[in-house]
């Protein structure tokens, strides 16, 4: 699709990445529908990239069903064709160290929330000439990193979820699509993950350049993109035969053993919570 033919909600809007790509798309002609949970925040990017209706906002916290469902309502009402998934959580550390309500935040924001908002605007965009839909993955979601099991998890779900919708619509004016960036210079990435990048190797991407591959996205309509190298060469190969690259994160996981666990500070007092 045109980005002039666009109108995008876009969630996670005031993050890293959502800023840079609510301008990157704004400056290609396309009108957005700012999304997240801080109103202040919000009302002065949207002011800053253009008038309404062409910018706009709208305030919510997919966490909370109920809120979901009345952004839905808003971006219908505002005459939405595409949708991008680009709000998530981060969740790095050994699976130990995640407790159940931690689990359950990242599976909510990562997975449920994009598929029930999806659900909720597919008979407004069914009835467009033209409409899109992009989930914001990573390349987490198809190649598991040591650290990364529950973050893994969202993403490859997310990624199933795209794909199989994909093939659900086919023939449907809806085109749903998935982008996998790799890791990107944000705030979404703490201390314990930028150590872990370091001693690693891990290359890192600005937030500008996964914004242009979301414009890229919209425009050419491709199923699926992921983004650098050599994790594109990774994910390849790890669609064809996962078990070859097992021994290639020898390294990632001796990183991992070595970044503190911020549970060994609790005190006695304190008792630790047991995964369930």
Known sequence: MKPL????????????????????LVGAGAGVLLAGRHPARLSAQARALGPEPRVTWATADLADP???????????????????HNAGTPAFGALARHDAESM??????????PMLLTRLLLPHLARQARAQVICVGSALGRIGLPGYSLYSASKFGLRG???????????????VQYLGPRTT????????????NRATGAAVDEPAAVA???VRLLEDEAAERFLGFPERLAVRINGLAPTWLDGSFRRHRRSLELVPDPTSARTPETPERIPT
């Open 5 to 24: 033919h666009a109108r995008v909600l876009l969630t996670g809007a005031s993050g890293g990445i959502g800023r840079e790509a609510a301008a990157a």
């Open 66 to 84: 109920a809120q979901v469902e009345r952004l839905a309502a808003e971006a219908a009402a505002w005459g939405c064709n595409v949708v991008i």
């Open 104 to 113: 359950l935040r990242v599976l909510q924001a990562n997975l449920l929330a």
């Open 161 to 175: 979820f795209a794909e199989a919708l994909r093939r659900e619509l086919a023939g449907t004016p809806v085109r």
């Open 185 to 196: 210079r944000t705030d979404f990435n703490d201390g314990q993950v930028q150590a872990y």
């Open 212 to 214: 242009a591959a979301m």
